[in-house]
């Protein structure tokens, strides 16, 4: 079960590869608990489109499949964070991607007090996910980044399950079903309260 905290709000993440569906399920689970679906993947790409001074910087990077670094990323997500819409709870889909990120947030979240509810894991067979993404047709998602980006994931983003095994929040949720499965199962880890 996910303990509500004292406001009522869930801060919840969603853990997993490219290709796992996380960015659709944040939309789903975030829309059930009355919360915004905070994507930095997204972000990111919309800082892009708009030339903005981050999105230059990023280009290349994500283009490659590689990460943005820590501490843009720190300031991207200590921003939105900030935000009215997000002190009511939100879905966190594609940050924490490192230990140092996961150290950030921890941080950000007990500047003011608040804490992480649960993180959900989505579970996808290896050989599933380059099949999704190369599916998808996205300007990053040529096999060569794709399989870049799971290197990455395997490398950086993994150690993350432990960690947040270790904190007791960790919930694992099987996404090699239907979508509308991986959300009922996304929402029976949460205790119902998706
Ligand atoms: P995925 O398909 O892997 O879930 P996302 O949409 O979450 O992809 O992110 C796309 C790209 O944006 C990543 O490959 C990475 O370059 C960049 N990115 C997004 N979130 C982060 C983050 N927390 N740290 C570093 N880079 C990030």
Redesign the pocket.
């Known amino acids: 079960m996910v303990a509500a905290s004292s406001s009522s709000a869930l801060r919840i993440v969603l853990l997993g ?3 796992s569906g ?2 659709t399920q944040a939309g789903t689970v975030a829309e059930s608990l009355g919360v915004s679906a905070i ?4 972000m ?2 919309e800082a892009v489109a708009a030339g903005s001074p981050l999105g230059l910087r ?1 280009n290349e ?2 283009a490659a ?4 670094d ?1 501490e843009t ?1 720190a300031d991207v997500v200590r921003e939105r964070l900030a935000a009215e819409d997000a002190q009511k709870g939100f879905v966190l ?6 230990l140092s ?1 996961a150290a950030t947030l921890q941080e950000i979240l007990d500047r003011s007090g608040k804490r992480l509810d649960a993180v959900v894991q989505i579970d996808v067979p290896e050989s599933e996910l380059v099949n999704r ?1 190369l599916g998808r047709h996205r300007a ?1 998602d040529t096999e060569e980044v794709i399989r870049q ?1 799971l290197a990455v ?1 395997h490398e950086q983003t993994e150690p993350l399950i432990a960690f947040y095994r270790e904190g007791s929040l960790l919930r694992d949720v099987d996404g090699h079903q239907s979508i509308e499965e991986v959300a009922k199962s996304i929402r029976d880890a949460l205790g119902g309260e998706g």
Do not use: A, F, H
């Open positions: 590869p490219p290709g996380k960015g994507s930095t993947g997204e990111l790409r990023v990077i994500m499949g590689e990460l943005v820590d990323m889909d594609g940050y924490p991607r490192t990120q993404v990053d980006r994931y």
